[in-house]
């Protein structure tokens, strides 16, 4: 893995597929449980003294894979002049782009660790464009022991991989967890209550540089991120951890003198922070519902006849309306049949059970890809889609379906009927879809001709 380098695999990542990166979702809460130390046979430096760890936290960037930032520790040996980076949030995709996709789409997320020089490490960081921040961790030398051999442990070639969730066990939650067996279980001592966020809250304030993501992954998981996080599955975000680290005392002053956990605090590089996007909420409503009541203010009356085949409410300026029509058409079939294709695949074939059963399957169908072809009709021949005595029932109980689970859902979010945060959805999407629907029945279909003009 060395042998690839920290900055190419950096730069592999950007070819990753939309599905990787719209399925960011993990499952799974408890502590991690890691072997007892006595089974790491790895030789320690005579001189404790001369080792030097470091608290490496590094900022938001501006790629989507970088939204939640990083965490990683550095090891310098004064005796050997030795300085290593440990970074657990490595990952292989030698076996090509679409197979490590796949292989995420289905929970199979194969993550390792991988050292390297600071100053390679740091160069990686400016090219992303990403602050920096440096601090000393305050040891006592049988802390720095187990630390020590627990890091030489996981040097191994058997120990290297892991399987990488993205809210409990990632480049982060290492760290954590193996600077909490070196200081006896002092942190998850001091912080074991539970915060007033969810997980849900933390990938919309931190995807807010990514609205479309942020909006996407809104949609695409279900209840179980919307649990209150406890202080300790909170330190999965690097700042979070650092934070709740500086407010730690450290043992080496013993009772004489009270010492931080950390010191000799560094902002080894600064950038400004990603800009936040409008919100994808506020997009998708307004996107939605200002076509819509342009429509609606284009609809005619048709006069009534016997030999009428068309229906009775119709659009002025056909050219322009229907293309208009068409192009929400598009727009929502794909959205509508693309996620929930992925909420019903993803039940059935991913490990990332949060994105089971997920409540918004009662607004966005996979069969709404079918939807696409109609909506090209009207775009091509500016006129409704002509329905056949078979296809006109099978169409109706459709769209009547469609308008029954839009308001299930309404009331699902109005009454709480549901343990899943769906609120904004309902809110800023329903109305719109309500509406689109309604005017597919009015203006997007003609009826079947009759068999008997005289009947």
């Not at 994105?355 to 009207?378: Q, Y």
Request: aromatic share 12%; proline share 4%.
């Amino acid at each position: 893995m060395k042998s690839v380098g920290i900055l190419t695999l950096i730069r592999l990542r950007r070819r990753l597929t939309w599905t990787a990166l719209l399925l960011l979702a993990c499952s799974g809460g408890a502590m991690a449980q890691l072997p007892p130390l006595e089974q790491a046979e790895t030789e320690t430096p005579a001189d404790l003294d001369s080792l030097r760890f470091y608290l490496i936290t590094v900022d938001v960037g501006n790629n989507v894979w970088d939204n939640f930032g990083h965490t990683a520790l550095r090891l310098y040996d004064e005796n050997t002049n030795t300085d290593l980076v440990f970074n657990w949030g490595v990952f292989d995709i030698s076996g090509g782009v679409a197979d490590f996709s796949y292989n995420f789409f289905k929970g199979v997320m194969d993550y390792r660790l991988a050292t390297s020089s600071s100053t390679s490490e740091f160069d990686v960081y400016r090219a992303q464009g990403r602050t920096v921040w440096q601090d000393r961790l305050n040891l006592t030398n049988p802390q720095k022991e187990k630390l020590y051999r627990r890091l030489m442990w996981n040097l191994q070639a058997e120990n290297l991989a892991y399987e990488y969730h993205y809210f409990f066990d990632n480049c982060t939650t290492r760290v954590r967890d193996y600077l909490d067996e070196a200081l006896g279980g002092a942190i998850s001592d001091q912080y074991s209550g539970v915060t007033e966020k969810t997980f849900r809250h933390y990938v919309r304030e931190h995807y807010a540089s990514a609205s479309l993501i942020g909006f996407s992954l809104d949609v695409l998981l279900n209840s179980n991120v919307d649990q209150q996080v406890s202080e300790w599955e909170d330190m999965f975000l690097p700042l979070t951890l650092r934070q709740r680290l500086q407010a730690m005392s450290s043992d080496v002053g013993g009772a004489e003198e009270v010492l931080p956990l950390l010191s000799d605090h560094q902002k080894i590089m600064e950038f400004p922070p990603p800009t936040v996007q409008p919100s994808a909420y506020q997009i998708a409503s307004v996107g939605l519902l200002v076509p819509l009541l342009a429509l609606l203010l284009m609809l005619k009356r048709l006069p009534v006849t016997y030999l009428a085949t068309h229906s009775r409410i119709s659009l002025r300026a056909a050219g322009l309306s229907f293309r208009l029509l068409g192009l929400v058409g598009v727009v929502t079939a794909l959205f509508s049949g693309i996620f929930g294709f992925l909420m019903l695949s993803s039940w059935f074939v991913s490990d990332h059970i949060d994105t089971h059963h997920n409540f918004n399957l009662l607004l966005f169908w996979p069969t709404d890809l079918l939807g696409v072809v109609i909506a090209i009709r009207w775009l091509v021949f500016c006129r409704p889609w002509p329905m056949s005595h078979d296809s006109a029932p099978f169409i109706h109980n459709y769209l009547l379906a469609h308008v029954g689970a839009l308001l299930a859902y309404s009331a699902a979010a109005f009454f709480q009927l549901t343990s899943q945060l769906i609120v904004d959805l309902a809110v800023h999407l329903v109305p719109g879809l309500l509406l689109f629907t309604l005017l597919i029945w009015l203006v997007g279909l003609e009826p079947a001709r009759s068999k008997n003009i005289f009947s």
